[in-house]
């Protein structure tokens, strides 16, 4: 119904456009004239599908889109979108599992809960790694100038709730989100030199954050850089072939000058590039190449920048 000035339903209720599957215990959530529902009970399972809609200027709703699913099936949590991000908190997956869980999915710039490997629905949802005190289903949950909290609750079957005691209520400033790290490095080889792998070592923690890596080169005698090669998702500690391309994307097998560029995509984890504790930090990005044998010194060796080379690579 249509609400007046003073907060009274000025109107007769009207029927919107049904989600899929009749359901209880679910998360509705409004963001950004977009609603969703998440999880639920269908009277047979418990469920961990999530759906979205767009709200009309008129208030109607279009029709229901499926998105990607919860990490686990919930009912009855509680959550809100704040800040670009939904966290969903607590609930239970089965009638005597009640969880002190807080997910947490990004949500798009059209307003959609997306992510750039789904643009079209949910994106990848996540698990703080920070949890509050109780499991609890049945809860309540706010958020209110940077802060959430998690109210009342209970856990255990319908005959036997153990109702949630001195910590009923408990709260915890929402950080910051994490972020996206980009680097880069051009190494001079001083001469043309054969190029073999490239290797980058780091820390990620566990977290789980996308390590991506481009590079290109240009010859002695070239004027410009070559073609880019877009590698993609790096594996650190892992030897991969380095293949030097000219301005037509041909291999020209060598090259002097060789820029690299690496990505470091935190934005669903709880870490922080170049936090050695939590997030996901480069150690070293390294080139390896075999030298023109003419350029070499007596003793086989070479220069690059001023520091002299192994005689010859790993690789």
Same mark, same amino acid.
């Given at each position: 119904?249509?609400?007046?000035?003073?907060?009274?339903?000025?109107?007769?209720?009207?029927?919107?456009?049904?989600?899929?599957?009749? @359901?209880? +215990?679910?998360?509705? *959530?409004?963001?950004?004239?977009?609603? !969703?529902? %998440? /999880? &639920?009970?269908? #009277?047979?399972?418990?469920?961990?599908?999530?759906?979205?809609?767009?709200?009309?200027?008129?208030?109607?709703?279009?029709?229901?889109?499926?998105?990607?699913?919860?990490?686990?099936?919930?009912?009855?949590?509680?959550?809100?979108?704040?800040?670009?991000?939904?966290?969903?908190?607590?609930?239970?997956?089965?009638?005597?599992?009640?969880?002190?869980?807080?997910?947490?999915?990004?949500?798009?710039?059209?307003?959609?809960?997306?992510?750039?490997?789904?643009?079209?629905?949910?994106?990848?949802?996540?698990?703080?790694?920070?949890?509050?005190?109780?499991? @609890?289903? +049945?809860?309540?949950? *706010?958020?209110?100038?940077?802060?959430? !909290?998690? %109210? /009342? &609750?209970?856990? #255990?079957?319908?005959?036997?709730?153990?109702?949630?005691?001195?910590?009923?209520?408990?709260?915890?400033?929402?950080?910051?989100?994490?972020?996206?790290?980009?680097?880069?490095?051009?190494?001079?080889?001083?001469?043309?030199?054969?190029?073999?792998?490239?290797?980058?070592?780091?820390?990620?923690?566990?977290?789980?954050?996308?390590?991506?890596?481009?590079?290109?080169?240009?010859?002695?005698?070239?004027?410009?850089?070559?073609?880019?090669?877009?590698?993609?998702?790096?594996?650190?500690?892992?030897?991969?072939?380095?293949?030097?391309?000219?301005?037509?994307?041909?291999?020209?097998?060598?090259?002097?000058?060789?820029?690299?560029?690496?990505?470091?995509?935190?934005?669903?984890?709880?870490?922080?590039?170049?936090?050695?504790?939590?997030?996901?930090?480069?150690?070293?990005?390294?080139?390896?190449?075999?030298?023109?044998?003419?350029?070499?010194?007596?003793?086989?060796?070479?220069?690059?920048?001023?520091?002299?080379?192994?005689?010859?690579?790993?690789?």
């Amino acid at each position: 119904p249509q609400l007046s000035s003073g907060g009274d339903i000025g109107s007769a209720w009207a029927t919107g456009t049904a989600f899929d599957v009749a @359901r209880v +215990g679910h998360v509705a *959530v409004a963001y950004a004239n977009n609603l !969703y529902i %998440l /999880g &639920g009970y269908n #009277g047979a399972q418990y469920l961990s599908d999530s759906q979205y809609t767009q709200i009309n200027s008129d208030g109607t709703l279009d029709d229901w889109t499926f998105s990607t699913s919860l990490p686990d099936k919930i009912r009855g949590a509680d959550g809100f979108a704040a800040n670009g991000f939904m966290y969903l908190f607590g609930g239970r997956s089965a009638d005597t599992v009640c969880d002190s869980n807080t997910i947490v999915a990004p949500i798009s710039a059209n307003t959609t809960i997306a992510s750039g490997n789904n643009p079209t629905g949910l994106g990848d949802w996540y698990e703080t790694n920070v949890k509050y005190a109780g499991n @609890r289903y +049945g809860n309540s949950t *706010v958020y209110n100038e940077g802060k959430a !909290y998690v %109210l /009342g &609750g209970a856990c #255990g079957p319908v005959s036997s709730l153990t109702y949630t005691g001195a910590n009923r209520s408990v709260q915890t400033t929402l950080q910051s989100q994490p972020q996206v790290a980009k680097y880069s490095k051009m190494i001079d080889t001083d001469t043309n030199v054969f190029p073999t792998k490239w290797l980058m070592n780091g820390l990620d923690n566990s977290i789980g954050s996308r390590w991506k890596m481009r590079y290109r080169s240009s010859t002695n005698a070239a004027a410009a850089w070559g073609q880019e090669t877009n590698f993609g998702t790096v594996t650190l500690g892992q030897p991969e072939t380095y293949t030097p391309k000219d301005a037509a994307g041909a291999n020209s097998n060598f090259a002097r000058f060789f820029y690299m560029s690496v990505n470091i995509d935190s934005s669903f984890t709880f870490g922080y590039p170049e936090d050695v504790t939590r997030g996901p930090t480069i150690a070293d990005l390294s080139l390896f190449f075999t030298s023109d044998p003419s350029k070499r010194l007596r003793h086989g060796k070479t220069f690059t920048g001023g520091e002299q080379q192994p005689l010859n690579t790993p690789f």
